[in-house]
């Protein structure tokens, strides 16, 4: 099994940048479609971006966060700049069989999550 583990959240001011990388244990990410996702409070979880053969955003952070992998480290890294407080959620990394999908209920590998908070 994979097991993924998410770090580099914290608190940010609007404008602001932040990394997050998502580490698999287990299994490498070579085969997988990797994807970030978040869910702030009361919102239903939503899709970031994703990562396969080609990459994807969510129009809502198009221009702003990019998604890359690093085969060596086994990771797959979220960095965000020009955080707004919308941006505000936990910040879930998830990984599936590729092809990549946006969907989260495709995706069967998870991390526990990580908190980003981008104030005003």
């Known amino acids: 099994q994979v097991q993924l583990v998410e770090s580099g959240g914290g608190l940010v001011q609007a404008g602001g940048s932040l990394r997050l990388s998502c580490a698999a244990s287990g299994r490498t990410f070579s085969g997988y479609a990797v994807a970030w996702f978040r869910q702030a409070p009361g919102k239903e979880r939503e899709f970031v971006a994703g990562l396969s053969a080609y990459t994807v955003y969510a129009d809502s952070v198009k221009g702003r966060f990019s998604i890359s992998r690093d085969n060596a480290k086994n990771t797959v890294a979220l960095q965000m700049n020009s955080l707004k407080p919308d941006d505000t959620a936990v910040y879930y990394c998830?990984?599936?069989?590729?092809?990549?999908?946006?969907?989260?209920?495709?995706?069967?590998?998870w991390g526990q999550g990580t908190q980003v908070t981008v104030s005003s």
């Open positions: 998830a990984a599936k069989i590729r092809p990549m999908v946006i969907g989260s209920d495709q995706y069967n590998y």
